[in-house]
Nanobody, 120 residues
Framework: QVQLVETGGGRVQPGDSLLLSCAPS????????MGWFRQAPGKERELVAS??????????ADSVKGRFTMFRRDVGHTVTVYLQMNNLQPPDTAVYYC???????????WGQGTRVTVSS
């Protein structure tokens, strides 16, 4: 089991930046890859960015390319994944979730979500 805790959401104005953090704990050796998802009101959850846990390769959705960056930092035994979000726009308003794929390519561990609101 892996526990995921997201932090860093909030209310910002268009053009602002936010940094979301996710700290996995527990059996992190089971992780194949991690991702950031978002779900806007009335819409389906979508994958925003992902990172391969071993190789470190990242990918992102076309809607956020050039604006959002997912990266990982290891400090000692503590691992944190981040989603740097720049030039935020109202369509980016959503609840953002950190997720992990354990022993498979399916995301099967989820954080509780953090809300991001972009509004003038």
């Amino acid at each position: 089991q892996v526990q995921l805790v997201e932090t860093g959401g909030g209310r910002v104005q268009p053009g602002d930046s936010l940094l979301l953090s996710c700290a996995p704990s527990g059996a992190i050796g089971q992780i194949n890859h991690m991702g950031w998802f978002r779900q806007a009101p009335g819409k389906e959850r979508e994958l925003v960015a992902s990172i391969d846990w071993i190789g470190g390769q990242t990918s992102s959705a076309d809607s956020v390319k050039g604006r959002f960056t997912m990266f990982r930092r290891d400090v000692g035994h503590t691992v944190t994944v981040y989603l740097q979000m720049n030039n935020l726009q109202p369509p980016d308003t959503a609840v953002y979730y950190c997720a992990a794929a354990l022993f498979s390519n399916e995301y099967n561990s989820w954080g509780q979500g953090t809300r991001v609101t972009v509004s003038s």
